[in-house]
């Protein structure tokens, strides 16, 4: 079985502070996939990245970093000089990697963001 | 791209009734899921489509819930004989491969009273 935990249910900062969303997963796989969407008050889920089993580099995407640690099964998202848009609930989610499994995705509890003017 | 399209946007219906829902994938994504999201929670899944061969079904996809995706296009989910429980987001995505990111819609809203 797979799970994600978010344990962080509400993040308040202000703008232009640094903030890490917090992801860790239990999975029995030993290849899959980890993910991070946005959902702002819209209702539409944002795909924001994708990031394989194999690959434990870090990735920075402008203001968005993740940090993936096998180690710690934890896949942390940072938002550097946090802006007022990006102001939603956020998702981290998993997926296997066999034929079958790719994007049936379990996700996290989400973490609500919002940040100040 | 015109994105993932799902209609309606929002639905009132009162227990018991029947209702249905179309969600269109974009185009030559052969692959398309329905999750369901409930307030406050991430979105969980339902059930895909790998064209029109639903390949897989969650435990949470009760006796009244089904699903179809004729000619491996446009999708509908129907909820038979509603109950309160019911009431949520129903969201769809579709990705081109078994492999590539899913793309979702802005989901439909279902509201039993």
């Known amino acids: 079985a797979q799970k994600v935990t978010q344990a962080q249910t509400e993040i308040s900062v202000v703008e232009k502070e640094d903030v890490t969303l917090d992801c860790v997963y239990e999975?029995?796989?030993?290849?899959?996939?980890l993910f991070w969407y946005k959902q702002p008050p819209s209702g539409e889920l944002v795909f924001l990245i994708r990031r394989n089993s194999f690959d434990e580099q870090n990735e920075i995407s402008g203001r968005y970093s993740w940090n993936f640690q096998k180690s710690t099964s934890s896949f942390n998202f940072t938002i550097t000089a946090s802006q007022v848009v990006d102001s939603a609930v956020y998702f981290c989610a998993l997926s296997g990697l066999n034929d079958n499994a790719g994007n049936m995705l379990t996700f996290g509890g989400g973490t609500r963001l919002m940040v100040k003017p | 791209d015109t994105g993932v399209s799902q209609n309606p946007r929002h639905k009132i219906t009162k227990r018991g009734q029947n209702v249905t829902f179309r969600c269109d994938p974009i185009s030559e994504h052969n692959r398309l899921y329905w999750y369901r999201q409930t307030l406050g929670q991430g979105p969980e899944f339902l059930t895909y489509?790998?064209?029109?061969?639903?390949?897989?079904k969650s435990r949470l996809l009760s006796d009244r819930f089904s699903a179809e995706r004729p000619k491996g296009s446009f999708s509908t989910l129907e909820i038979q004989r509603t109950e309160q429980g019911d009431s949520a987001m129903y969201l769809c995505?579709?990705?081109?491969?078994?492999?590539?990111?899913?793309?979702f819609g802005q989901g439909t809203r279902l509201t039993v009273v």
């Open positions: 999975t029995r796989d030993t290849t899959y996939y």
């Open positions: 489509f790998q064209n029109e061969a639903q390949l897989e």
């Open positions: 995505a579709s990705s081109r491969t078994q492999n590539t990111e899913a793309f």
